[in-house]
C-alpha cells in the first residue's frame, strides 16, 4: 500500500480511501485493524503514508491469543460453522 501511494498510481491518492481498502484487508483476513497505524501527510510531492506496527496493541492480542471462549445455543451447528460465523461477526 505505501509503495502505491509513494508511486502515485492511480486511485492512491485519497486518504480515506486507502484508509477504508485497509480496513477492508483486516476484515478480509480477520486481523484486527488496531494492530497498524496509518498516518497521512502532505508533502510538495505529493501524499505520504506511514504505516507503522501498535506494539501495545500486538502485545495485548498475542497475550489473548487462543483464549476466547465462544458460547452458542446452535447444538445442531458444526464447530467449523461456529468459528466461522464467531469471526464474521455475527453477521
Known sequence: MRSKVRNKE????????????????CERFH???DLNALEFS?????????FRKDVVAV???RMM???N????????W???????ASLAGGK
Open 65 to 67: 491469543f487462543g483464549k
Open 69 to 76: 471462549i465462544i458460547i452458542t445455543g446452535n447444538r445442531d
Open 78 to 84: 458444526t464447530t467449523t460453522a461456529i468459528v466461522e
Open 59 to 61: 502485545e495485548r492480542k
Open 10 to 25: 492511480p486511485h492512491w491518492h485519497k486518504q480515506e480511501a486507502i484508509r477504508e481498502r485497509y480496513l477492508r484487508l
Open 42 to 50: 502532505q508533502t510538495a510531492e505529493g501524499l505520504v503514508m506511514t
Open 31 to 33: 486481523v484486527p485493524s
